[in-house]
């Protein structure tokens, strides 16, 4: 966790970047308002590559890798020598 509804997501291509979620609230649904508790949105767990919370909210990694493209916020680390 980084900041209040923030969290930092690494993939598989080596590609990171910090995320927030708040836009998530703005939906204000059963699923989406526990994650106004940010101790609850740190809470998630990934399976099957999915990430997911114990409410049902599931977020998949492709929808995630595209929003923080499309927010310009993906970079990508260095290969290790």
Known sequence: MVE????????????????????LLKANTVLTK???????????FIDFGTLCWKNGLELSVESL?????????????KDAA
């Open 4 to 23: 209040n509804h923030t969290e930092y997501l690494n993939f598989s291509d080596n590609s990171f970047g910090i995320l927030d979620f708040s836009y």
């Open 34 to 44: 526990p994650l106004e508790d940010s101790p609850y949105l740190k809470n998630f």
């Open 65 to 77: 890798y595209l929003k923080l493209k499309n927010q310009d916020n993906l970079h990508f680390a």
